[in-house]
């Protein structure tokens, strides 16, 4: 430690102090003093100039490394990027277009449908949303793509449920000068303000799974193995534990909550449709049998679909006792179908959609077509 | 206020900064000001318990130094040790002992309700409890002289850089920092920034992305495979070495920018050839205050062998319970006094032994047996500490070595692709250790050419930014 009184405390000391504890020196002295105080101070501001350089040059960094990354997960054209890449860029453009959660994304085939009813689809399916979000994505599309003549809008036991927080926040940083998917996330995560504006902030903060590592591979023209076609995204895995386990830690059942924010946003996404002049079809996609039976408020989320579906003449696909329900080998989870369920549902969706657009097509104004029965 | 927040990021350099306009009469009120902030940044009232320790130890301070009858000068010291321990007894130990003694009474078929006090416990209390109570024993046996100011002492128990995780200071060496003149000097500050910057890549890069893995196995280690329960055994060895001597290097670091020097906490504990070793680099601060408050006042080695074994068990029980009011904190403590005993009674054999192997005490075999050894039996002791019940731990040890199943090595919040990510960083940490044990590393890099090192630099601090984990984890030492 320094002691008291050397040159180095004397030197570093305000004017004042200095003055008022030096003792009477003559003024040799004092002219070199003050020529050593007028080193050392230049040394500090030298010091302290360097450092603020130094973090100038990392905030400059930041920023450059943010628009790098920003502008690669935009040019990559596979995986889930490159669907929300050709969603921003409008060139989707789909007559079907499915909206949802997870389950939707693992359920539709878009290829699928397109096959059979000849007519083009997309998969807006996002992991991790729930209504609100799957809302924004549909408005997002809506701004940058030509309307789709009809919105699959797959139900779940959590429809109601509005999003705690954003899951998964990198796969939306890139897209967050959309005015809709802004506000739509700022309602759920009020610092997202911080990702779009403060560098890196969403892409290292925010993930947790290296996104930022795709955009740098992106902007030097690589793009990741497709796992989403057309917007679907196949989950080619067998049946895993997670059920037994949830099974487990809820031996008296779950309850899904029914809010009336989750309410609203269903009734907004109705509005949305009909203001776009886009025919809605709510779809209730497969579950696994005995999680239908280990919800125990199934009923009360059912009559909310029903009293949605009548209020508002939206048709409402049940496939709840779909022929493969209790078959674990076309699931990955009580939730999930994997890739051969999806498959099987796919079809069974697509030729439905078919023979609706045929009821259609023979009677006008036909719009409550049977709830049909896998 | 986490050292791994923005808050911190702002309040840092606005402290420092202020702290170096001011003139030295008004700098360590400034201290104090910024040191309340910091700690009020967690729960506000707590300041309270902190003020009441401070008042009891700063008045007790004073009056050991005027009483000059021994026997009344004991009689006040053990009054402020008890008042000052009452307070960590309530906040940190009431419920743990009442819970014990009415588990035990119902052994017994007495079934007492148990009374509990659901309270947070207050951030670092343990620490700024232990660095009053050092004050306090210093200046009774004379070897530091009572503060008279307020401000002073108060800034010592307070000071914000190792005021919730240590280094757990002593009057010594930090009290007189307060009254010197800490010039402006550029190598302290670059050289803190630097040790800051280490800190930082420790926590956020290895500690964080490790605790994503030893959190999701030992929340329910029973759902988790063999591999998977040795992995993240292993992970929490070097989780709680980064988290912890990470918090240490931010703590040195930002007191040297400041100008103060504060007590090396961590000296490459892994790399110790025993485990006797091991506690001579593995939390100094702390090992050293048991060593000169519990150990040597109950007698130390110099008494009969038994009670020395007695000592030695005694303080690592005692140090176990410090770290946290449950039995396997305990557990782990009577477990490495256990390997310090046999390691003690059993030198002698193991010399021979090794001797007869023709492995003598500089190979470089019995070397890296020894340090293979010390790193595995601490290394099971680090499951003990972190399980959440004796149970757990028990099904740990049981299930290390069976049903590895390669095929599942990801868990919920640490995905695959994380692995390489912490692998590397856990090489990192290991090169840079050796590299600095062999040359200075910042000597060595401060003589690269100004563009080298300042790209070197920018490319570090560019790696901690982009690879860590900032899910606003404490710090672990933080509950302690």
Known sequence: MRKEGSFDRVFSQNASTVSAELPSLDSEEEKSITEEKAAVMAEQWKTLQRIGCFFGILVVLAFVMNAIITSGLRRIKTSAFGASNQIMNGKVNAEIVVTGSSRALAHYDPRTIEQIT????????????????????????????????????????????????????????????????YNALREIDPNIWRSRYVPLYGYVVEDMNFSWILGLKGFWGWSPREDCFLGFNPRSKKWTDDFRHLKANNPGGVRFEIEAAGIEVMEDLIRVCQQNGIELIFVYSPEYIEMQALTKNRADIFEHFHELAERFDVPLWDYSSWKYAGNQDFFQNSQHLNATGAAVFSDDVANHLTAYFAAQSNAAGLRRFPAQGP | MLFNSIAFAIFFPAVTAIFYLLSQRWRVHWLLAASCFFYMAFIPAYILILVVTILIDYVAGIYLERVQDPKKKKVLMWVSILSTCMVLFIFKYFDFFTGSFVGLAGIF????????????????????????????????????????????????????????????????????????????????????????AWGFFKKLVIADRLALYVNDVYSAPQNFNGLQVTMATLFFAYQIYCDFSGYSDIAIGAAQVLGFRLMENFKTPYYSLSISEFWQRWHISLSTWFRDYVYVPLGGNRVSKGQHIMNLLLTFSVSGLWHGANWTYVLWGLLNGLYLVTGRLTKDWR???????????????????????????????????????????????????????????ATQQFLLRQLPVAAAAILALEIGQLLNSAVSVPSFVGKMPIAARWALYASFVMSVLMFGVYKQMQFIYFQF
């Open chain 1, 118 to 181: 000849g007519r083009t689809a997309f998969n807006l399916g996002r992991n991790g949303a729930q209504t609100d979000m799957q809302v924004a994505f549909l408005k997002a599309y809506l701004a940058y793509n030509r309307k789709p003549k009809v919105v699959v809008h797959n139900l779940d036991a959590f429809t109601f449920v509005t999003t705690r927080e954003v899951y998964d926040p990198a796969k939306y940083a890139p897209y967050l000068y959309d005015r809709s998917l």
């Open chain 2, 351 to 409: 010399n021979r032994f090794y001797g007869s192997l023709g492995l003598h005490e500089h190979t470089l075999t019995r070397k890296a047996i020894m340090l293979s050894t010390t790193f595995v039996l601490t290394w099971m002791a680090w499951i003990v500490f972190r399980a959440r019940s004796i149970g757990d731990a028990a099904y740990v040890f049981t299930h290390l070595a069976t049903g590895w199943d390669f095929q599942h090595i």
């Open chain 2, 109 to 196: 078929g007495w079934h007492l309700p148990r009374p509990v006090i659901s309270i947070i416990l207050p951030i670092g209390l343990s620490f700024h409890t232990f660095q009053s109570l050092s004050y306090v024993v210093e200046v009774y046996r004379g070897r530091q002289k009572a503060e008279r100011n307020f401000v002073v002492y108060a800034t010592y128990v307070m000071f914000f850089p190792q005021l919730v995780a240590g280094p757990i200071e002593r009057p010594q060496n930090l009290l007189h920092q307060f009254r010197e003149w800490h010039a402006f000097h550029s190598t302290d500050v670059t050289s803190g920034l630097k040790r800051m």
